[in-house]
């Protein structure tokens, strides 16, 4: 099977998974072997080669929605082992703001921005859980910390985990974006 409309399918996939920083090769070859069975079972029904390619390529859809289900399968897996590190970053900021002497929260929020925003450059959606990851820390360790020493900085933990938060979300979804707009914009390329 060598059609001109499915060989040009094949290159806008190809296109397409590239553009979405999926590797190409295996599933354009994959694709191809879907689309000459296709083609096969539609000419053993007796349709004509030219309409068994439109057939088999109508079924199998548009080149790009076949190329965002490949990247979302693909990218599924990223954004669960993506938590590790988010957690860790989190972790480690949360503990560099509970020592005693440590006293600049302008250093902290950075951290919490930046480090938020570099990972969240690794999903492409559900940029909530790295913000959650990231910023759930320092918050916790105010409630626990709180509740041993002074039960009355209770409260304070409630409008700082809101700050805390709403960096950690800013962070996240400001690298996810990033991400998207270096991803979509080689389409017009």
């Keep these: 099977m060598s059609g001109d409309r499915i060989e040009t399918y094949l290159s806008g996939l190809k296109r397409e998974l590239r553009i979405r920083w999926v590797p190409s090769d295996r599933l354009v070859e994959e694709t191809r ?51 590790a590190p988010a ?55 105010m409630v626990a910390h709180s509740l041993v020493e002074k039960p009355a900085l209770v409260a304070s933990a409630v409008p700082v985990g809101c700050v805390v938060l709403a960096v950690t979300m800013a962070g996240a979804y400001l690298g996810m974006g990033v991400r998207r707009l270096a991803t979509y914009s080689g389409q017009r390329v």
């Design 33 to 83: 072997g879907h689309l000459a069975d296709a083609v096969n079972a539609a000419v053993a029904r007796g349709l004509t080669p030219d309409a068994a390619e439109q057939e088999a390529l109508s079924r199998f859809g548009a080149a790009r929605t076949v190329a965002e289900q490949f990247a979302a399968e693909r990218y599924r897996r990223l954004e669960w082992i993506m938590l």
């Design 87 to 141: 957690l860790l970053v989190g972790i480690s900021i949360a503990m560099i703001d509970a020592r005693p002497h440590w006293d600049d929260t302008g250093i902290t929020v950075g951290m919490l921005l930046i480090g938020s925003a570099l990972l969240g450059l690794g999903v492409t959606r559900r940029a909530w859980m790295i913000a959650l990851a990231v910023g759930v820390w320092i918050p916790g360790w």
